[in-house]
């Protein structure tokens, strides 16, 4: 791997910890600071709001300048993210605290855009090698954002995580760091004049295989939240498991969604994107089928295993299959276009799995996740009848 791809490992790993830090703090900040505990969550949802407003500026901003002064636009809104949040604590104001959260989430949205810029430092066939190497830096990230989270006595201090808040600023002040001496933007082609942009999105989107890849990270990533979420809440209130065994099935489902990068992109070589697609699907459906026939605490761990297994197969077979439906001059569009259907789902996924849950019940929001995956492998199946007519990379 080039020099470029391990920098942006370095880079999302301490980049992409705002999202973790507000995942485990944002709720418990939220309930100090809100004027009334229904707002307690709000913080946490707007991160994932302000990451899916952000992507397309992202990506359009990305196409005129290129990838390295907006990854640094990145990093620049973490920094103010930290602040913001340290505000928040120092004068108790709970805005504060949800422009922290917003603010962070558009630094994330950039940062969901290394994996294409790591593709892009290698050749065609390490594509997927290069963004599940990215991927791993995630792993790192979900360890390291709680633990800064605590810096300064944490929610005991005078200013509840006000220490934790500036610690996450300086964090990503070190990425910021890490991209200006690292990052090399030399082999970048930058869109040089708005009538060289390729075809009009209307006939990108005529491609099956544009929704095969998009169907694979979207309704992956989507599922996967969406069954996390409920997780906790399913874990405590349903089957009354202690909250220590609903944070080690979410911890240990992390890793299993990020380990398994150490062999996805070897994997693609040998197997094939679409194996390694049908193998995330298998992962889902095996998911679905162990979390539905009980609620005891392995049931709950294997299957949040190989949700992760599953996530991780979907979303890198699906980012290293993106780049064979656009031309070099179209990919600032259809990589918007994708992580905005991502993040999207994504958001909608976490944000309704409380209310499908109090619904529903557990088997029935399992029993949900079911039609999407139906829906993903028609649109593989579409894709795999027309790859005789796929005469490249680029298509013509």
């Given at each position: 791997?080039?020099?470029?791809v391990?920098?942006?490992?370095?880079?999302q790993a301490?980049?992409?910890c705002?999202?973790?830090?507000?995942?485990?703090?944002?709720s418990?900040?939220?309930?100090?600071?809100a004027?009334?505990p229904?707002?307690a969550?709000l913080p946490?949802?707007?991160?994932?709001?302000?990451?899916?407003?952000?992507?397309?500026?992202?990506?359009?901003?990305?196409?005129?300048?290129?990838?390295?002064?907006v990854?640094?636009?990145?990093?620049l809104?973490?920094?103010?993210?930290?602040l913001?949040?340290?505000?928040?604590?120092w004068?108790?104001?709970f805005?504060?605290?949800?422009?922290?959260?917003?603010?962070?989430g558009?630094?994330?949205?950039v940062?969901?855009?290394?994996?294409?810029?790591?593709?892009?430092?290698?050749?065609p066939e390490?594509?997927?090698?290069?963004?599940?190497?990215?991927l791993?830096?995630g792993?790192?990230?979900?360890w390291?954002?709680?633990?800064i989270a605590?810096?300064?006595?944490?929610g005991?201090?005078?200013?509840?995580f006000?220490?934790?808040?500036?610690?996450?600023?300086a964090?990503q002040?070190?990425?910021m760091?890490?991209?200006?001496?690292?990052?090399r933007?030399?082999?970048?082609?930058v869109?040089?004049a708005?009538g060289?942009?390729?075809?009009?999105m209307?006939?990108?989107l005529?491609q099956?295989?544009?929704?095969a890849?998009?169907?694979?990270?979207?309704?992956?990533?989507?599922?996967m939240?969406?069954i996390?979420?409920?997780?906790?809440?399913?874990?405590?209130?349903?089957?009354?498991h202690?909250?220590?065994?609903?944070?080690?099935?979410?911890?240990?489902?992390i890793m299993?969604?990020?380990?398994?990068?150490?062999?996805?992109?070897?994997?693609?070589?040998?197997v094939?994107i679409?194996?390694?697609?049908?193998?995330?699907?298998l992962?889902?459906?095996?998911?679905?089928?162990?979390?539905f026939?009980?609620?005891?605490?392995h049931?709950y761990?294997?299957a949040?295993?190989?949700l992760?297994?599953g996530w991780?197969?979907?979303?890198?077979?699906?980012?290293t299959?993106?780049?064979?439906?656009?031309r070099?001059?179209?990919?600032?569009?259809?990589?918007?276009?994708?992580?905005?259907m991502?993040?999207g789902?994504?958001?909608t996924?976490?944000?309704?799995?409380?209310?499908?849950?109090?619904?529903f019940?557990?088997?029935?929001l399992l029993l949900?996740?079911?039609?999407f995956l139906v829906?993903h492998?028609v649109l593989m199946?579409?894709?795999?009848m027309?790859?005789p007519?796929?005469?490249?990379?680029h298509?013509a």
């Amino acid at each position: 791997m080039p020099i470029n791809v391990w920098i942006l490992v370095a880079a999302q790993a301490l980049a992409m910890c705002t999202a973790p830090f507000i995942v485990f703090i944002g709720s418990i900040h939220g309930r100090l600071l809100a004027p009334s505990p229904e707002w307690a969550t709000l913080p946490v949802g707007l991160v994932v709001v302000g990451t899916v407003l952000a992507i397309k500026p992202a990506t359009w901003l990305m196409e005129r300048l290129g990838r390295k002064p907006v990854m640094l636009l990145g990093t620049l809104a973490g920094v103010v993210s930290g602040l913001f949040g340290a505000l928040a604590a120092w004068s108790a104001s709970f805005p504060f605290l949800c422009a922290a959260a917003v603010v962070g989430g558009t630094g994330l949205a950039v940062v969901h855009q290394y994996r294409f810029a790591a593709m892009e430092s290698v050749a065609p066939e390490m594509a997927g090698s290069a963004a599940a190497r990215v991927l791993l830096g995630g792993l790192v990230a979900a360890w390291l954002g709680p633990e800064i989270a605590l810096l300064g006595g944490g929610g005991q201090a005078e200013h509840p995580f006000m220490g934790g808040w500036l610690a996450l600023s300086a964090v990503q002040v070190v990425a910021m760091v890490v991209l200006v001496f690292g990052y090399r933007a030399s082999g970048e082609r930058v869109r040089e004049a708005l009538g060289e942009g390729g075809r009009p999105m209307s006939d990108i989107l005529r491609q099956p295989v544009i929704w095969a890849a998009i169907s694979s990270a979207a309704i992956g990533y989507a599922l996967m939240s969406f069954i996390m979420t409920a997780t906790p809440l399913s874990m405590t209130e349903v089957a009354d498991h202690p909250l220590e065994d609903a944070k080690w099935v979410i911890q240990i489902h992390i890793m299993a969604m990020y380990l398994p990068s150490l062999i996805s992109g070897w994997f693609i070589r040998v197997v094939g994107i679409p194996r390694m697609m049908g193998l995330g699907l298998l992962a889902y459906l095996g998911c679905v089928a162990l979390a539905f026939s009980g609620i005891s605490f392995h049931h709950y761990l294997f299957a949040l295993i190989l949700l992760g297994v599953g996530w991780n197969f979907l979303f890198v077979g699906g980012t290293t299959l993106l780049p064979q439906g656009y031309r070099d001059e179209e990919r600032f569009r259809v990589q918007g276009l994708n992580d905005l259907m991502v993040f999207g789902s994504q958001a909608t996924a976490a944000l309704s799995a409380g209310a499908v849950l109090a619904a529903f019940d557990w088997n029935g929001l399992l029993l949900i996740a079911i039609p999407f995956l139906v829906l993903h492998g028609v649109l593989m199946a579409v894709w795999l009848m027309s790859r005789p007519q796929n005469r490249g990379r680029h298509p013509a």
